[in-house]
């Protein structure tokens, strides 16, 4: 269930969700630039790092000062992968990406599966052209790796899962992972004390995608940093959402979230958030932690701009798809399926997720699959049904599995589409507009990224 938040916690939440005012921003609230701690108490620092365990993965909850798009220092929590104190200057805050095995093992790494071939820059290669479809390609099936983010856990299933958090803060915290139980109910530490460690261990959950926070005060800790995703896959089906469900070519994990300044700024200085006392009012808006141009890909640093192709800018080779048999090839080792993207809302304002170019698919929300026929209508009062989509609402703590077909757009009329030499970029942003800005007014500095609809290939033959 996604979170419902108080009215009060959201300020011009009518803003926030139904982004009906393009263009307007939070420019009349002050640029908050931290300032140093006023009332932390004084700790003696606790052991760097914890002695290796096998099969644990071990996390700690530090804390430090992320740059954001504009340059401004705000201070942040998260679960990092070794231990930081605050005045580190590249401050772990988000886990590194790691694999957890059905035969027990822990491995650090981006892609998974593990040793499937890494796509290019993140896109997969076709396999050849398509002679039945001039200008599109067949496309490899049960082939490419994925890269995946930081803050992201990936476990396979019929895996044990043990976490353990070391606490190096001043306030109790905790390790929640939401709807994993086998019930369906959360699974926590519990509160570890500061300067303590405490030990989750579970049966992985069914295949699925899941968010694990600090509930503590929520929706403060998690605004300031303390959450992450594990994604769940069926070792036997590894390029399938789950057995029997749609297969994909390769997928991507989009983790949206929003910061809070003002909420930074006093947690730093050593006061307790009330969020019904003091409201929200976000400032910035991200993307697998980037933001504006730098979730574009388009900075001078080129290794960001790789990391962000790879793990965040979808792409591929134009295929003939049909929906109805999403996955089923024309001959074996084929593959007429699109993407997946798994769309993770981490923050406290609803998105409204928009792709040009081709509309999305949505199959799967929570975790629960949505029927492909006899749709109905939900309690919140929208539609559940697997159907095209052009925008997709993403509520705070929402996960929806999407399908982005990778295909002709339907307006590409033939002199166009066999007149093409190169990619065909097309945008995705919010339709909730005040999270396209940074900073209260900088536009496009937010929630905004791409898909990439690759040109020909020279030369490249049925």
């Known amino acids: 269930m996604a979170e419902q938040l108080p009215p009060e916690i959201l300020a011009r939440s009518d803003l926030l969700k139904l982004g009906a005012a393009a263009g307007l921003g939070f420019a009349a609230l002050p640029l908050v630039q931290p300032s140093a701690p006023r009332s932390r108490v004084a700790r003696m620092p606790i052991p760097l790092a914890l002695a290796p365990l096998p099969g644990v993965l ?126 369906g109910g959360d699974l926590t530490t519990g509160s570890i004390a500061p300067d303590s460690v405490a030990l989750l261990e579970f049966d992985c959950p069914k295949p699925g995608t899941y968010i694990f926070t600090d509930p503590t005060n929520a929706p403060v800790e998690r605004v300031l940093g303390l959450f992450g995703v594990l994604v769940v896959m069926d070792p036997e089906c590894q390029w399938d959402i789950a057995k029997d469900r749609a297969s994909f070519e390769r997928q991507w994990v989009w983790i949206c979230h929003t910061v809070e300044p003002r909420w930074a700024s006093m947690e730093a200085a050593g006061q307790t958030v009330d969020p019904l006392q003091t409201r929200a009012v976000p400032r910035y808006f991200t993307l697998n932690g980037r933001s504006g141009f730098e979730s574009l890909g388009v900075t001078f640093d080129d290794g960001i701009n790789l990391a962000t192709e790879e793990e965040t800018l979808i792409s591929g080779y134009p295929r003939q798809l049909d929906v109805r048999q999403f996955g089923e090839g024309t001959e074996l080792g084929t593959l007429r399926g699109g993407q997946l993207v798994r769309l993770v809302n981490a923050g406290i304002v609803l998105h409204q997720m928009h792709f040009h170019g081709n509309h ?103």
């Open 58 to 183: 071990d996390l700690y909850i530090n804390e430090g000062y992320l740059k954001m798009v504009d340059d401004t220092l705000v201070y942040h929590r998260g679960f990092g992968s070794r231990p930081t104190d605050i005045d580190d200057p590249t401050p772990s805050l988000r886990l590194d990406p790691t694999v957890i095995t059905v035969a027990g093992d822990v491995v650090p790494g981006r892609s998974y599966p593990l040793g499937a071939p890494l796509p290019p820059r993140g896109t997969p290669t076709p396999l050849r052209a398509d002679s039945a479809n001039p200008g599109q390609y067949v496309i490899h099936r049960n082939y490419w790796a994925s890269y995946f983010p930081q803050r992201t856990i990936v476990a396979e299933l019929g895996s044990t899962v043990r976490l353990r958090v070391q606490n190096r803060l001043g306030k109790p915290h905790t390790l929640t992972v939401h709807g994993a139980g086998a019930d």
């Open 360 to 462: 999305i698919w949505t199959v799967r929300r929570n975790n629960v699959d949505w029927p492909r026929r006899e749709g109905f209508v939900g309690d919140d009062g929208h539609v559940v049904l697997q159907q095209w989509e052009d925008v997709v609402e993403l509520e705070p703590m929402d996960r929806k599995d999407i399908i982005i077909p990778i295909k002709r757009p339907p307006d590409a009329i033939d002199p166009v589409w066999f007149a093409r030499t190169t990619d065909w970029v097309y945008p995705m942003h919010c339709h909730a507009e005040p999270s396209q800005t940074a900073a209260g007014g900088m536009y496009p500095g937010g929630l905004v990224a791409h898909w990439t609809l690759k040109g020909p290939v020279p030369g490249a033959a049925p």
